[in-house]
């Protein structure tokens, strides 16, 4: 009876360190999520002040008066329009054939076999390493001496031939599928590129969705190099450049309620897109990471 008490009692402690350690870790880890999503908000709630209130010495957190004709002011923006319209140019091609290009170097990396296969996959792999400042003057030469500076081509050929990350995440997806499926079909008479579309393609269309949903989020927020090979150009300014350009339409301060309202309008598609397909991106890289 003594020992049935005490292994209670023990059992009882443990419980209770139990729940307190819970609460602790879900009381850090609210913390965190209001320090993440608090700047989201408040670029919502700056969208809204007025430029008095975005320049004053004292921190505002609400404006005093909702000014919701900011936003009606950034719609009626042509320039707004036409970075929205370039930077879908850029996205689709380079999704539509970037994908395409990613998912055959997939493909040939898991289930093909041919000679330095390994070699040449950790030396694709290790260009993730080098940033692009570092290649950006190599590039920006290279498009210059064929003519292609000041178009939107630049940004639409690199990512056309392929993204190293998806390709990547697509070889870890399909390593898990049996070799047995190439070498069946092979004796049934297919050709390798049919095994692949007929076969593999379908069997890595999540994956290949979830990559694309990632790489659209980074095609549609960037701005180095939009900046760097576009030049002065305004008619093909993305989204990101037009909004750099509301930096500068005040000679003294900027505008900060219509940037932070056409950031509100940029941030948009990427967010929808990520509640949407969010459990299929943390699948997919769930399941890129223990498969080998």
């Not at 209770?16 to 709630?45: D, H």
């Not at 000679?115 to 993730?128: D, E, P, Q, S, Y």
């Not at 309620?257 to 769930?286: G, H, Y």
Request: proline share 4%.
């Amino acid at each position: 009876m003594a020992n049935k008490k005490k292994n209670g009692s023990t059992g009882e402690v443990l419980s209770t360190k139990s729940k307190v350690a819970n609460v602790i870790i879900m009381v850090l880890l609210f913390a965190g999520a209001i320090i993440m999503v608090f700047p989201l908000f408040y670029m919502i709630f700056m969208s809204c002040m007025t430029m008095r209130e975005t320049t004053s010495v004292n921190f505002v957190l609400f404006p005093e008066v909702w000014h919701w004709e900011n936003y009606a002011e950034v719609a009626q923006d042509e320039n707004f329009y036409q970075g929205v319209l370039n930077s879908i140019l850029i996205a689709v091609p380079v999704l539509v054939i970037g994908c395409f290009t990613s998912s055959l170097a997939a493909f040939s990396f898991a289930k093909l076999r041919f000679r330095g296969k390994n070699v040449f996959f950790m030396c694709l792999l290790a260009t993730m390493m080098i940033p692009f400042a570092s290649i950006m003057i190599p590039q920006y030469i290279m498009f210059s001496r064929v003519g292609l500076l000041n178009t939107l081509l630049p940004l639409i050929l690199p990512g056309a031939l392929g993204n190293i990350s998806v390709i990547f995440f697509l070889r870890q997806n399909l390593a898990g599928i049996p070799s047995t499926l190439v070498e069946a079909a092979l004796i049934d008479g297919c050709g390798y590129f049919k095994i692949y579309y007929a076969i593999f393609l379908p069997l890595m269309k999540g994956a290949l969705a979830t990559q694309a949903i990632l790489w659209f989020m980074g095609i549609w927020n960037d701005f180095l190099a939009p900046q760097v090979f576009i030049g002065q150009r305004q008619k093909l300014f993305t989204l990101q450049l037009v909004i750099m350009q509301y930096f500068e339409n005040n000679a003294t301060v900027a505008d900060y309620p219509i940037i932070m309202t056409a950031s509100v309008f940029s941030m948009l598609p990427t967010l929808i897109l990520f509640f949407i397909f969010q459990r299929f991106i943390i699948e997919s890289v769930a399941l890129s990471g223990i498969k080998g």
